[in-house]
Structures are given as C-alpha cells and as structure tokens.
C-alpha cells in the first residue's frame, strides 16, 4: 500500500501533527486506494461528469484527497480547520455532529462518495441519526466510506486481560473529545442496516502505524491474525 506522507511536504506542520500524520499514513494508503476505485466507478457512469466528494470530519486527509484527485470537487463538513480551506468552486459547512437529531431535515446536497473516517468514535450521539443524517449527503448512486477503530482489536483485550482500561478517557476539548465510544464490525453493519444503507464490501486492517516494538510485531502479525482481532474497520456503504 502507497505511504502518501510525501505529499504533505509543502505544509508546515508540527510535531503532533507529523506523529499524527506518520501513525495515519497506512490507512490514508487505504482510503486513497477506495476512493479512486470508487471515483472511476462514478465516472464511469457518469460519462466523465464532475466528481462531488464530501470529507465529514475534515483533516490532513483533505489536503491529501485534493492532491490525488485535483479535478473532483471536495466539500467539507464538521468543525473547520487550517488544514481544509476550501478552493473557489468548493464549500465548508461547519456543523456538529452531535447535532444530528435535531437537523435530519435539514437541507442537503448529494455526494458520489462520501467519507466518514475516524470521526464517528468521537460523538457521544447514537450512530443511528449520525447516520441517518449522513445519507441526506449520499446521491442515490453514491456511496460512504465509513472507517473507525475495532472495539475488539487484540491490543483492547490484551489491555482489559490484565486489569486496564483500553478506551482514553473523556477530554476537556469539545472540539478533540477522545472516543467517546469504539464499535464492531457487526455493530456498525446494524447501525447502517437499520438507517437504509446497503454494505458493497467491508475489511478490517491493521493500518494505524505504531512505533512501540509490540504494535510493530502486532502489524507484523495482521497476514495471520483473524480478522476480529485487527485495529481498523473500513465499510463502503450505498444507500438502500
């Protein structure tokens, strides 16, 4: 899988930002590779019409998804940061997500794909409206890419093994509160099921990059490991 960190050397970030950047850098490989499968796909279908991609929970992945497809049109949603300005032909929408109950009406503007990554463990709302209010954003032909931690990752149940608590505790930050709450695989496809999505594929990698000797032996191990017991959970969903 391609390490896209070369593509972040014109921003000036810090040292938490390039520890942030460095233990992501696995999965953004992942994320880039689905959304240029799925991109071709759209346009395939679209007869080469613009792309509409919407990033829900903005970051350095923005930055990244604008550099490896600079023609497409990417929209942000959530809290805004210095890392997703906007280009003229494209939007920001500050929004809460934990305020999704109370805006289910509110009005929308479909996506070819929309990607929901390591946001959803961060909102103390149930997934059901997180969810619900998320397909208004999905085109009937679109799709989600959804990716948050496995709650049953082996490095959880080696930690509660010994008597310690594997979840960080609740921040002060509203905007950086921790996770609030991890899922499961079968969790999240109960949750999409159950708000009018329909699961097209979904896998669970190791593809957070620890530098700890034990987290590198853990990837090491991920061609062997049962898929339960892995770090990550990507699910491309389309709407029912």
Partial sequence: MKNYVEAFTDLELNQKQKAYLDYHSVRYGFLVKEVLELSARV?????????????????????LLRKVLPGATINTLGFKNSFNESRPHEYHSTFNLNNSKSELDRE??????????????????????????????????????????????????????????PFMLIRDDERNPG???????????????????????????NYFKGTSFIHKMYNLSSIILPPGLKQGIMIVAKKS
Wanted: charged share 25%.
């Fill in 108 to 165: 929308s503007d479909p996506h070819d794909i929309v990607v929901f990554c390591e946001v959803l463990e961060h909102l103390h709302t149930s997934p059901k409206f997180v969810l619900k209010f998320i397909k208004r954003f999905v085109s009937d032909s679109g799709f989600l890419i959804l990716q948050t931690p496995n709650a049953v990752a082996l490095p959880n149940r080696m930690r509660m093994m010994v008597g310690q608590n």
């Fill in 43 to 63: 346009q395939s279908e679209k007869k080469g019409n613009e792309l509409r991609i919407l990033d829900i929970g903005p970051s350095l992945q923005t930055f």
């Fill in 179 to 205: 996770h609030f709450r991890e899922y499961t695989l079968s969790e999240l496809h109960t949750y999409l099921k159950q708000t009018g999505y329909t699961i097209v594929k979904s896998h669970r990698r």
